[in-house]
């Protein structure tokens, strides 16, 4: 657990931050089930080249839920089928996310999330041990964190800038509930709310690369 003299250096770097006007909202139901199994230890770039090829080739096609199930019921569940639903999808051989993305689908099936506005508000009320923690294998606490982020939950994604950005303050590396605990503690002293404080580290993490 952080000590209360580390909390007081975390509070004053977040003080230095520089301020953002930027948010993470993404209004798109398909394209944030689509961040969900591709925006994680991927390279920037390949992601950006992955959602560019699906909006050039496939999206006036895939726009909605039933739209992608119809699409994922042509491929078979298995590895060359993903495989090719991969490289249809995003020009990438990517078929464990193409197997995330279905078990994604039924899970918000079974939670009657089913469009953006559905998401939404399963966004504000949901809890990752209660609702999401075992249910996609590879979804983690992190990943879970990061989607509903994008709905416009108040939170921290415990991602590689935000580890960085704390173990250059105490010089440790926190666990990820910590981290998020602690960010989300500071963002309440400074005022702000906690999506603008992760957006601000992300913002000092990039410069500084």
């Known amino acids: 657990m952080f000590t209360d003299s580390e909390y007081q250096q975390i509070l004053k770097a977040c003080r230095t931050l520089p301020k953002t006007i930027n948010n993470y909202l993404e209004n798109d139901f398909v394209m ?114 990061w989607l509903v982020m994008r709905q416009g939950v108040a939170t921290i994604k415990p991602d590689s800038n935000v580890r960085k950005f704390l173990n250059g303050i105490i010089n440790r590396t926190l666990p990820d509930r910590e981290a998020v605990d602690v960010l989300e503690r500071t963002a309440r002293d400074l005022g702000i709310p906690a999506n603008e404080l992760d957006w601000s580290i992300w913002d000092f993490q990039s410069n500084r690369k």
């Open 32 to 145: 944030n089930l689509f961040s969900t199994v591709l925006d994680y230890q991927m390279i920037r770039t390949t992601l950006a080249n992955a959602e560019s090829h699906y909006k050039e080739n496939h999206w006036h096609k895939i726009r909605t839920r039933d739209d992608l199930a119809n699409f994922l019921g042509k491929y078979p569940d298995t590895k060359d089928g993903n495989i090719a639903a991969a490289q249809y999808l995003w020009g990438y051989r990517y078929w464990t996310r193409v197997h995330q993305l279905r078990g994604l689908v039924a899970y918000f099936d079974s939670s009657n999330v089913t469009d953006q506005e559905s998401l939404r508000e399963w966004a504000k009320t949901s809890d990752f041990d209660r609702d999401f923690k075992g249910k996609i294998k590879g979804l983690s606490f992190a990943i879970y964190k």
